[in-house]
């Protein structure tokens, strides 16, 4: 994790090839990230740093397996891996994606107008660095070296980490630091104990009223119930299938668009990841019809609750709550991780079924020029009024 000390020459980071600079006693190398992952050598490497922050609940998006599902998922981004590599061999990484940012005016899911700017999106809630190396010096290094870049996104770090204290202790005398959607909650699940014991622990009106929304949905359909797990490569296509099919049945679907679709791409994307023994994904079917799904990953230990939907068609069966509720005590019972991070963003279900809330925060670095406190100051102007808008909207409703 970024420490406090060590200074840190500026590397060539845009530069695509083994560039090396002093680092303290170490030193940076920068090469695309597609060239990396095809090092057998360094892609253990970087494992073997990822094995030594087994535990930490956004481990999984600074790995070799997170940065090629980026690398295929995203066409448009320019992927670089930055290593800070000792006599002993590597010591630290940094995955950076290349890639236009959308700082977003929008109300209700609706987008008024945007700031479009490229910017370096940083993966991983903390730095995989040694204690020993500033983690602000090597953001200043990316940001120095992206010219084109007008800041540094990093899409997820805990208040209470390190690498965020010290970037709203200290940062703000070398970046913009811009919080675009303040701090947020952040909903976990620690499992220990059995199922029984987890739902013991909520009110007896909250789990009663579980257990009945669950068994009413699986006594809807006289047996042609079906609840299902899916993490092997072969059930991808079958998974893919029936979740797009969900999809375009959602209220997401409606005010977002599709999610997720059923093209080879993102077939291939999710083969990769079930290939990797990461991919854990479950689906609800009712007279074998498809109506609630929930996909995430599993590593070191940490279960990461990535995207859900159900058939708006069903919503009185309350599948959407049903699929989580099953997933959990599969979760419980087999290849039991130690927590499920529950991800970005506040929700009801998030909040009824955690058992831990922490907070969290997207940050932008912005490079201190005009135009960018033009775009802080706005963005941060229209925020402001619309929290104040909905206060008062809620305080009248109260009445």
């Known amino acids: 994790m970024g420490g406090a000390s060590g200074p840190l020459s500026p590397s060539r980071f845009g530069r695509k090839s083994d560039s090396r600079e002093p680092l303290g006693s170490s030193s940076s190398i920068c090469r695309p990230a597609a060239e990396a992952l095809c090092d057998p050598l360094l892609s253990g490497q970087w494992r073997e740093v990822c094995d030594r922050l087994a535990g930490e609940p956004n481990l999984l998006y600074a790995t070799p397996e997170w940065t090629n599902r980026t690398l295929a998922g995203s066409a448009n981004a320019d992927s670089k891996l930055l290593e800070i590599r000792a006599v002993n061999g590597l010591v630290g990484v940094c995955p950076v994606s290349i890639q236009t940012y959308d700082l977003l005016f929008d109300v209700a899911n609706h987008v008024l107008a945007k700031f479009r700017f490229p910017a370096a999106t940083v993966w991983g809630a903390e730095f995989m660095l040694p204690s020993g190396l500033d983690g602000l ?7 120095d070296s992206e010219r084109k870049c007008q800041a540094i ?52 009106k909250t789990r009663g009223t579980l257990r009945r929304k669950v068994r009413k949905l699986q006594e809807s359909t006289a047996g042609k119930f079906a609840f299902r797990r899916l993490s092997s490569p072969h059930e991808v296509p079958e998974l893919i299938k029936s979740v797009s099919q969900i999809s375009q049945a959602t209220w997401q679907n409606r005010l977002l668009g599709l999610r997720i679709d059923n093209d080879p791409d993102t077939i291939a994307g999710y083969t990769e990841m079930a290939r990797q ?41 309350s ?17 039991r991780p130690r927590s499920i991070n ?22 932008l670095l912005f490079r201190r020029n005009l135009s960018n406190r033009v775009r802080r100051s706005a963005h941060g102007g229209f925020q402001f009024a619309l929290n104040a808008a909905k206060r008062l909207l809620g305080r009248k409703v109260e009445k």
């Not at 010096?137 to 940001?143: D, F, K, R």
């Not at 929700?347 to 969290?360: I, M, S």
């Open 319 to 335: 599948p959407g709550t049903a699929v989580l509720f099953l997933a959990i005590e599969d979760l419980f019972a087999f290849d």
């Open 342 to 363: 529950f991800g970005i963003g506040d929700g009801v279900h998030k909040r009824r079924f955690a058992n831990l809330e922490r907070q969290d925060a997207a940050v």
């Open 153 to 204: 996104y990093l899409p997820t770090i805990p208040t209470d980490s390190t690498l965020f204290k010290t970037l709203t202790a200290v940062g703000a005398s070398r970046f913009l630091c811009y919080l675009p959607y303040g701090i947020r909650p952040w909903h976990h699940l620690q499992i220990d104990g059995d199922f029984n014991d987890y739902l013991s622990r909520m009110g007896t």
């Open 137 to 143: 010096q090597v953001l200043e290094t990316i940001l």
């Open 277 to 317: 023994g990461l991919l854990r994904a479950y689906l609800i079917e009712l007279g074998n019809r498809p109506c609630a799904f929930l996909i995430g990953y599993q590593y070191r230990g940490v279960y990461y609750y990535e995207e859900t939907g159900f058939d708006e068609a069903f919503t009185e069966l």
